[in-house]
């Protein structure tokens, strides 16, 4: 089916965020920025807990997964979205944006679930603090880094599968900025109800079982929390849990803006300005979120800062 498709359409044209001419360079420069800011922080934070062993433990090995998984699904999208602020036709091959969707759905499932893992991980770290070594051993970190690749690997094929049986007949102008499953749907010949629902289905698994599963562990930690005693100790327990609390709403909440909502409901080009923010807004913010609002990164940056300089 694949290769009847190709035959019938063997490129798409990405529209783009806008079609006026005086915002395009003024919008490369701008991303152009957003994708630096997450290079560098994405990378930088990886490169952190790897130079510094006392972040060798579940929270910080889960984080760089965030880190890298940030960075990979930033860098699968930004890079052809600068390109088409500069060209005169912002063309992608069939294959081309094939590939990017898959990978692009990948990373976006891995993180819904590594987000999952680590609300997991602070449930055990705040609920049984005296079991934590035990049940997160590197044995169980490695399983739960397993189910999260394993359901980007669903994820990505669930969803390009289901493209992959829609026919393009003519009109090959996908109405966003990257290679996405709503405007293929929209632009598709023979689009049903089933592929519709399929999507819905994909996407309830990719965010409400995570979302499921973080409600649940932050109930246990809540309840925790208030059979702690101290003021102090409460604090401290909170704290831990608010740059996580954080990145979760801003993933969870525009996906599920932009992906649980009826088309009729969301027009697709204010859809677009809802991708935008978990595309690329929060790959940029969740380094920052962790730098800034972790005592253990920062001690270590300037750890690290000190000994590059002194050397």
């Known amino acids: 089916m694949a290769a009847d498709n190709a035959s019938t359409v063997t490129e798409f044209v990405l529209a783009g965020l806008t079609d006026e001419p005086e915002l395009q360079m003024p919008l490369f420069f701008l991303f152009l920025g957003f994708y630096v800011v997450t290079v560098v922080g994405n990378l930088g934070l990886i490169t952190l807990i790897g130079l510094n062993s006392h972040l060798h433990i579940p929270m910080y090995f889960f984080l760089l997964n ?23 036709r912002n063309t992608i091959s069939y294959a081309g944006c094939m590939t990017q969707f898959f990978f692009f759905c990948f990373f976006v499932f891995s993180e819904s679930y590594i987000l999952s893992a680590m609300a997991y991980d602070r449930y055990v770290a705040i609920c049984k603090p005296l079991l934590y070594t035990v049940t997160m051993s590197p044995q169980v970190c490695f399983l739960l880094l397993l189910g999260v690749y394993g359901m980007g690997v669903f994820g990505a094929v669930a969803h390009t599968g289901n493209i992959l049986f829609l026919t393009f007949c003519a009109d090959n102008l996908v109405n966003h900025y990257m290679c996405d499953i709503l405007p293929f749907l929209e632009l598709s010949c023979n689009s049903s109800y089933i592929n519709l629902l399929v999507v819905f289905i994909v ?46 709403s801003l993933f969870f909440g525009s996906g599920a803006f932009m992906y649980l909502k009826p088309p009729s409901i969301l027009p697709l080009d204010q859809g677009k300005l809802s991708s935008l923010f978990y595309t690329i807004v929060v790959p940029m913010f969740n380094p920052l979120i962790y730098s800034l609002r972790n005592k253990d990164v920062k001690f270590s940056l300037r750890n690290t800062l000190g000994r590059l300089t002194f050397s």
């Open 66 to 88: 965030l880190s890298f998984i940030d960075f990979s699904y930033s860098t699968t999208l930004t890079p052809k979205m600068l390109m088409g602020f500069v060209s005169k």
């Open 203 to 248: 996407v309830t698994i990719g965010i409400g079982v995570p979302v499921v599963a973080i409600f649940t562990s932050y109930g246990f930690i809540i309840s925790s929390i208030f059979h702690i005693s101290s003021i102090e100790g409460r604090s401290k327990a909170f704290s831990t849990c608010s740059s996580h609390i954080i990145a979760v």
